[in-house]
């Protein structure tokens, strides 16, 4: 099937370099990431994966973490572990 149609979007510039990044060590192009999503969500007849709204509780974490509130931060991983307990 000759592929003739255009997909054409707008995105954060350091969004795309990072995902690009990613792609080319896995040998893939924008172009050919993009077309497996689309295989995929004609074989799933959906996405091929879950996209949910969040909950009240969920979003209402969100968005406190968003601002900076109740949000822990650590200089180490090791600092993490230990204020998990672990």
């Known amino acids: 099937m000759s ?14 370099r990072e995902v690009e990044d990613i792609l080319a060590q896995l040998e893939l192009t924008s ?4 077309q497996l999503l ?6 799933h007849r959906g996405l091929p994966f879950d996209v949910r709204i969040p909950n009240a509780l969920t979003a209402r ?6 601002v900076g509130k109740n949000v822990k931060r650590f200089g180490s991983k090791r600092e993490l ?6």
């Open 61 to 66: 974490t969100l968005r406190a973490s968003k």
């Open 38 to 43: 689309y295989r995929q969500i004609k074989l």
């Open 31 to 34: 172009s050919e990431t993009i």
């Open 81 to 86: 572990f230990a204020d998990l307990g672990l």
């Open 3 to 16: 592929k003739t149609a255009t997909i054409r979007i707008r995105i954060e510039p350091s969004l795309k």
